[in-house]
């Protein structure tokens, strides 16, 4: 098999109704670059799970396969032929046979009128590849022209939009669902009618972990100095603006029969800590770490603690001018001989010593 080959295709561990497959999609280049993970598609598809589901614009078919596993029947509407015969084959390859392809335009009268009543409507429309800014009203098909189009199909709607809007700048009365995997901002749904559980929600993947915007306002504790924990929340979390509800929610916990002391520690624009003063247990956390020290942020000082302590390498965890980089870590690191990494935050004028701990 030549290398072009390898590049369009791609292994899937895939639940049918029937059995487990570990198989290969295919497609070309393309496709594979916008296709969704499957971790998200699974999640997506539990929570859509219904009787009759449309998925217009399906691509090659990635997200729609998912369906097919959690809902009865599956409209597929892509307009582009090439890659809707690429979804037909998929379906072929994975077994599976209640996905009903229509190669049309989606918002055409002629192709709404071929569906019958659907209980939901799913839409992960195109955007520009590249935009100095994303922006909701650059998506295609328009979520509103979806809507309107289907209003007589179905009143329930699912969208993925670009992850980089923040909730301010959807301009619809719909549920914001901000997605990470693997610790990474991967994905916005937003959810109209009866999907809808909240303004604003954030989800971990794998796992599905997830957090809800409550009613009431909660305003978390800001610290200049961190506990002896620290943890950096998942890119959702912050993206949803949830940050200081999860940390209140924390607060409000025992652990192991201790009342914890969850505060805020933000470090800079772009880094923020959530500091404890005892091990805290969150799947919304990507990072967990024990605080070593908290010192002026003086480059001799601090190699001389990290040599006093077997510390071999060092993480830097601030903003540093590329060309700077390498002289600020090695001046850091300088005669460090031991097998302990350092991961390093500053704030303002100190420096926040930490060790990456077991989840």
């Not at 295709?9 to 029937?18: A, D, G, N, P, S």
């Not at 839409?123 to 590849?129: G, I, K, N, T």
């Not at 289907?150 to 700048?169: D, H, R, T």
Request: aromatic share 8%.
């Amino acid at each position: 098999m030549d290398l072009n080959h390898l590049q369009h295709i791609v292994y899937l561990i895939f639940l049918t109704r029937k059995k487990i497959l570990k198989t290969e999609i295919i497609s070309d280049e393309d496709g594979f670059r916008f296709a969704t993970p499957q971790p998200v598609a699974e999640y997506r598809a539990k929570r859509l799970q219904c009787q009759v589901i449309a998925d217009i614009s399906c691509g090659i078919g990635g997200q729609a396969l998912y369906f097919a596993k959690y809902c009865d029947l599956v409209y597929a509407v892509e307009i582009d032929h090439k890659k809707i015969t690429y979804a037909k084959k998929n379906a072929k390859i994975m077994g599976v046979d209640n996905i009903e392809f229509i190669n049309a335009d989606a918002l055409s009268p002629e192709t709404i009128s071929e569906l019958p009543a659907l209980d939901v409507v799913f839409s992960d429309p195109a955007r520009p590849p590249a935009e100095k800014e994303r922006n909701i009203d650059n998506l295609r098909p328009a979520i509103p022209a979806v809507i309107e189009a289907y209003a007589e199909k179905s009143s329930n709607f699912a969208f993925e939009a670009p992850p980089q809007l923040s909730p301010e700048k959807i301009p619809f009365q719909c549920e914001k669902e901000y997605m990470s995997l693997e610790g990474k901002l991967n994905r916005l749904n937003l959810y109209f009618g009866e999907l809808q559980k909240a303004e604003i929600s954030a989800v971990s993947l794998p796992g599905a972990h997830v957090i809800r915007k409550e009613k009431r306002t909660l305003q978390a504790h800001r610290t200049d100095m961190p506990g002896g924990f620290a943890y950096e929340p998942q890119e959702c979390v912050t993206k949803a603006g949830l940050l200081d509800q999860l940390v209140c929610i924390l607060k409000e916990q025992k652990v192991k029969g201790q009342i914890a002391d969850v505060n805020v520690f933000e470090i800079d624009e772009k880094r923020v800590l959530v500091s404890s003063d005892i091990p805290l247990e969150c799947k919304l956390f990507k990072n967990n770490y024990r605080v070593l020290k908290f010192m002026d942020f003086n480059m001799r000082e601090v190699n001389s603690y990290l040599k006093n302590n077997s510390f071999g390498k060092v993480v830097i965890r601030t903003s540093v001018e590329p060309e700077s980089y390498w002289d600020v870590r090695n001046a850091l690191e300088k005669g460090l001989s031991g097998e302990r990494k350092a991961h390093l935050f500053q704030k303002d004028n100190y420096a926040v010593l930490c060790e990456l701990q077991d989840h």
